[in-house]
């Protein structure tokens, strides 16, 4: 899971949630809880209302940014949202801790995470790692994922030093903390490493035996899977999307507008990096996926029980 994006939201989610909405009288209120602060990840959403897909869906769709990754699935839980975005990583944790949440829309259908190091260290493949220092930030899940990575290629984990350094990944790497750091995205922290002139040698996980996840999924509550404004959303979610990979920069000029503290060269590259990582149908399931998962998920007993898919991801319409 990815919770070590970046830096904390400035805006309070909690205020958003309860303050007085200004909807639309004849569009039916969708409240959205973001995993994190406005970004250019949640692009094909702020496409979808700029070209007024929401609207004509009869939708007025609140996206409220989260100040804490943690808070949205259990907002969520807790019937504050109608929608909530999260990480298949994390889905398996939240349905093993009992919460009534369901995948039901994925907005990136392709896994962004990397596990960075720097071709100053001394590091071009894999294996250099060995005796090294790798820095993480979520205990459990990414000690497996390094794990999983290195016996791979014939390094056991005792081999490594792993080193929490609570979500300072770049400033970890760069000032030498750390010879590697897991939990960067390929479409940012390693955008930014390259950009400060640093040359980052990044390592896709799936390359090295971890199963491809979607990495930015929509949770529904379970009591909410048969919501007449759910398939409404995802139709208009796809518009959105569709939208946004044919005119990337002018939805980025709207975006800048909306949000002129993104108006900065890295935030700028992000979003022209996401477009390929958008799912191009939100609906779409891919089972053999959301399975497999869930079997390396159990296998490395991160969580308790396999249970069946439809207690983690359903298809809507």
Same mark, same amino acid.
């Given at each position: 899971?990815? $919770?070590?994006?970046?830096?904390?939201?400035?805006?309070t989610? %909690? %205020?958003?949630?309860?303050a007085?909405a200004l909807a639309?009288t004849s $569009?039916t209120?969708?409240?959205v809880?973001?995993?994190?602060f406005?970004?250019?990840?949640? &692009?094909?959403?702020? #496409? &979808?209302k700029?070209? /007024?897909a929401?609207d004509?869906?009869?939708?007025?769709v609140?996206l409220?940014?989260a100040?804490?990754?943690?808070?949205?699935?259990r907002?969520l839980a #807790?019937?504050? %949202?109608d929608a909530?975005?999260?990480?298949?990583?994390?889905?398996y944790?939240l349905?093993?801790? /009992?919460l009534?949440?369901?995948?039901?829309g994925? +907005?990136?259908?392709?896994?962004?995470?990397? =596990?960075?190091?720097?071709?100053? /260290?001394?590091?071009?493949? @894999?294996?250099?790692?060995?005796?090294?220092?790798?820095?993480y930030?979520?205990?459990?899940?990414?000690e497996?994922?390094?794990?999983?990575? $290195?016996?791979?290629v014939?390094? !056991?984990?005792s081999?490594?030093?792993l080193v929490n350094?609570?979500?300072?990944?770049v400033?970890? +790497?760069?000032s030498h903390?750390v010879?590697?750091v897991i939990?960067?995205?390929?479409t940012y922290e390693?955008?930014? =490493?390259a950009?400060?002139?640093?040359? !980052?040698?990044?390592?896709?996980p799936?390359?090295?035996g971890?199963?491809?996840s979607?990495e930015?999924?929509?949770?529904?509550?379970?009591?909410?899977?048969s919501?007449?404004a759910?398939?409404?959303? =995802?139709?208009a979610?796809?518009e959105?999307a569709?939208?946004?990979?044919?005119?990337?920069?002018?939805m @980025?000029q709207k975006f800048?507008?909306e949000?002129p503290?993104?108006?900065?060269p890295?935030?700028i590259?992000s979003w022209?990096?996401l477009?390929g990582?958008?799912?191009?149908?939100?609906a779409? @399931?891919?089972k053999?996926r959301y399975?497999?998962?869930r079997?390396?998920?159990r296998?490395?007993?991160l969580?308790?029980? &396999?249970?069946? @898919?439809?207690?983690? #991801?359903v298809?809507i319409g």
């Amino acid at each position: 899971m990815n $919770l070590n994006r970046r830096r904390f939201a400035t805006t309070t989610a %909690a %205020a958003a949630l309860c303050a007085p909405a200004l909807a639309h009288t004849s $569009l039916t209120k969708f409240t959205v809880i973001l995993d994190w602060f406005v970004n250019p990840d949640h &692009a094909p959403l702020f #496409a &979808a209302k700029y070209i /007024g897909a929401f609207d004509r869906a009869g939708l007025d769709v609140d996206l409220v940014p989260a100040t804490d990754p943690d808070l949205p699935p259990r907002l969520l839980a #807790a019937g504050k %949202a109608d929608a909530a975005l999260s990480y298949q990583t994390e889905l398996y944790l939240l349905v093993d801790a /009992g919460l009534p949440v369901r995948r039901t829309g994925t +907005l990136i259908d392709k896994p962004l995470s990397t =596990l960075t190091a720097l071709k100053a /260290g001394g590091i071009a493949k @894999l294996t250099d790692l060995k005796g090294r220092k790798i820095g993480y930030s979520v205990a459990g899940v990414e000690e497996v994922l390094i794990a999983t990575m $290195l016996e791979s290629v014939g390094i !056991p984990l005792s081999a490594v030093t792993l080193v929490n350094v609570n979500f300072n990944l770049v400033t970890s +790497l760069m000032s030498h903390e750390v010879d590697a750091v897991i939990g960067t995205y390929r479409t940012y922290e390693d955008i930014q =490493l390259a950009q400060s002139g640093a040359e !980052p040698v990044i390592f896709l996980p799936e390359h090295y035996g971890v199963p491809p996840s979607d990495e930015l999924i929509i949770l529904s509550n379970t009591a909410g899977l048969s919501d007449p404004a759910l398939p409404k959303f =995802l139709n208009a979610l796809r518009e959105g999307a569709a939208y946004l990979v044919k005119n990337p920069q002018p939805m @980025l000029q709207k975006f800048l507008m909306e949000n002129p503290k993104l108006n900065d060269p890295l935030d700028i590259a992000s979003w022209n990096a996401l477009p390929g990582y958008f799912a191009t149908d939100p609906a779409a @399931l891919n089972k053999a996926r959301y399975l497999a998962y869930r079997d390396f998920m159990r296998r490395e007993k991160l969580i308790k029980t &396999a249970k069946p @898919l439809s207690d983690y #991801a359903v298809q809507i319409g």
